[in-house]
């Protein structure tokens, strides 16, 4: 579990600190850390294991382990989690949803610069990258580890990590419990039994889920940290490690991390003979991290992410936009988990608060003081928004797994009390069995009928648009706004032309809200044309205009037509063009028509 999110976090910051120095390394990213691991590893393990112990081993002592039964557990739970996430995409080509486009857009850009970079060329007109980029960096390697395609390769590394942000909450659960067996009830509880976060592989979400694959080992090791009467360099480097990590991986998640500290030092106040101590150990566990961080900090202010959070933040609860409000509701509670997990959350929680286990305390009340940064409006300060309580519900995996399995766990070891290998070896055909049903329930929780943008027709389209037209080829493609009506997102394979056949479209990456365009006024002019288009047509003089004077020599029907989670009148309409013109057919295969703009003698 520590090894996961060590391993996330480690990427991002070597292209960080490569960056200062001017080094862009490309593959040797992963070469360099991979194989002085192995070798690491290797000799640990060929130097460091007593003849002796080997010569002690029988299979008799070891079949009426406890531990050995836990163990065999907590590796069934983490088949069947690994299993289920993969094969819930085993027919699926690109990754689905709005986030996954710009997601895999980075990561391209970070393969094809070897390293970071700021133009954000030839795929998009945006001109810095301020977005975190630990997610995209993880996939980067895996892209170069598997020679996999970029959308391939993010896909892939996303439902990887889906499974393994369930499975690093083990170090958790078992601090939290003092059990082996709530380890492997944690994942059995966070990736079997709850929808998320299964179901983030419907909308992209990948770097949030990076993010919280990297929070169990952060707040783990920061937990060790805060307590060590002496902190050790090692400790140390490692804690700075995962919380630099995560803050180049996902801002939102790194004040979850915040939110630990709050409740550490709350859970803290009555020690009063060491609380100066354990508080100077944060300064030191924040300090060092803060300063790993602090170069992208001031890289940030370069595009428009600090004056956004700034303005949530210092905007008062009564004077927050109906928009953020309607955004920040809570929503259905059994969409997150399933009722049985709702209910057994507090008794679990009551159970570890009677058996006075401080760690039970402690995760409660961080994701109390989760909840509250979610709704300072609560408290009637300001600030709704900054962190919606959608992105802290998803996450209600992580105190579900560990609380409600660390109970389980202390079950599991009630009932194991001066037994032996039958009732274990019961226990864990029960666990597989239970594991199987869930991990078919958790099948259903991928829909790529409703969330996937890109069809197989629309990959062969792409193909042909790459052959077939210019390499200065413009695409007008289907789109509406979103967000309140402030930016414009996709709703069909046309989206994603850029990337899947090299050709530039009028629809920039969701991050053109964020990032800074060639113009000051970028985002009004990306918004301008499809305003233009849903008021007069596209087949009006001014929009046939405004067409021509942005370069759009084409215009793009993906498969879907305009129609992927979106229900309002779609811009594009074959019938329309068809009776134009202005427009001539050259392409139609299945739904996809792609039309060239005709120009007027």
């Known amino acids: 579990g520590l090894a996961i999110g060590l391993s996330l976090a480690l ?67 983490c088949t069947l989690v690994v299993f289920g996430r993969l094969f819930v995409v085993r027919s699926v080509d690109v990754p689905m949803w709005g986030d996954a486009y710009h997601h895999t857009m980075i990561a391209q850009l970070i393969a094809d610069h070897s390293g970071l970079f700021n133009s954000w ?23 170069w580890l598997s020679g996999a395609d970029l959308p391939m390769a993010t896909l892939w590394t996303g439902q990887l990590i889906n499974a393994l942000a369930v499975i690093a909450l083990y170090p958790l659960a078992v601090k939290v419990s003092g059990s082996r067996w709530a380890g492997a009830a944690a994942v059995f509880v966070a990736g079997l039994l709850s929808p998320m976060p299964m179901y983030y592989a419907n909308w992209g979400r990948y770097t949030q889920l990076a993010g919280q694959a990297i929070l169990p080992a952060a707040v783990w090791l920061s937990w060790v940290a805060f307590d060590a009467t002496a902190l050790k360099p090692r400790r140390l480097i490692l804690c700075w490690l995962a919380v630099g990590g995560l803050a180049l991986t996902h801002q939102r998640v790194l004040i979850f991390l915040l939110a630990f500290v709050t409740a550490y030092l709350i859970s803290e106040a009555n020690d ?30 370069a595009g428009r992410i600090l004056v956004y959070v700034g303005r949530q933040v210092t905007t008062a609860a009564d004077a927050t936009p109906a ?77 579900a797994g560990v609380l409600v399995g660390g109970a389980l766990g202390w079950v599991a070891t009630a009932w194991a009390h001066e037994r032996r290998g039958l009732y274990f070896a019961s226990l864990l055909v029960i666990v597989v069995v239970a594991g199987i049903w869930a991990d078919a329930q958790r099948l ?15 990959l ?40 899947l056949a090299r050709r530039q479209t009028t629809l920039p990456p969701i991050t053109y809200g964020i990032e800074q365009g060639p113009r000051a006024d970028y985002i009004e002019w990306v918004n301008a044309l499809p305003r233009a288009i849903q008021a ?52 139609h295969q299945d739904r996809v028509w792609v039309f060239e703009i005709v120009r007027p003698a």
């Open 11 to 77: 990427y991002p910051v070597l292209l960080l600190v490569s960056d200062w120095v001017g080094l862009h390394l490309g593959p040797l990213y992963a070469w360099l850390v991979l194989l002085p691991s192995l070798g690491v590893l290797g000799w640990r393990y060929l130097t460091r294991r007593p003849v002796a112990h080997r010569e002690r081993w029988r299979w008799r002592d070891r079949l009426t382990d406890e531990s050995l039964w836990a163990d065999l557990a907590y590796v069934a739970v």
């Open 121 to 143: 060329q030839p795929y998009a007109e945006l001109e810095t990258l301020t977005y975190h980029f630990g997610f995209h960096a993880d996939v980067a390697v895996f892209h």
């Open 272 to 301: 009063k003979a060491h609380w100066v101590r354990k508080a100077l150990n944060v300064v030191i566990v924040g300090s060092g991290s803060a300063l790993l961080f602090l170069p992208w900090f001031v890289h940030i202010f």
């Open 323 to 399: 928009f953020t409000q309607q955004y920040n509701a809570i929503g259905d509670l059994v969409a997150y988990l399933p009722a049985g997990v709702w209910l057994l959350l507090p008794v679990a929680t009551g159970w570890g608060l009677w058996r006075k286990r401080r760690e039970v305390a402690v995760i409660a009340l961080w994701w109390f003081v989760v909840l509250l940064s979610a709704n300072p409006q609560w408290l009637r300060l300001p600030g709704e928004g900054a962190i919606s309580n959608f992105a802290v519900f998803i996450a209600a995996y992580i105190p």
């Open 444 to 458: 259903g929780d991928v829909n790529p009928s409703q969330f996937a943008l890109v069809t197989k027709p629309d």
């Open 460 to 499: 062969q389209a792409a193909q042909w648009i790459r052959a077939q037209t210019p390499q200065n080829a413009r695409f007008l493609v289907n789109s509406f706004f979103a967000y309140g009506d402030t930016l414009v997102v996709g709703s069909d394979g046309g989206w994603w032309l850029p990337l």
């Open 536 to 587: 007069k047509g596209i087949t009006h003089p001014d929009v046939l205009a405004m067409l021509r004077q942005r370069g759009v020599t084409h215009v793009y029907i993906g498969q879907l037509q305009g129609r992927v989670n979106y229900g309002g009148p779609v811009v594009l309409q074959p019938e329309q063009l068809l009776g134009s013109p202005n427009f001539k057919a050259i392409y």
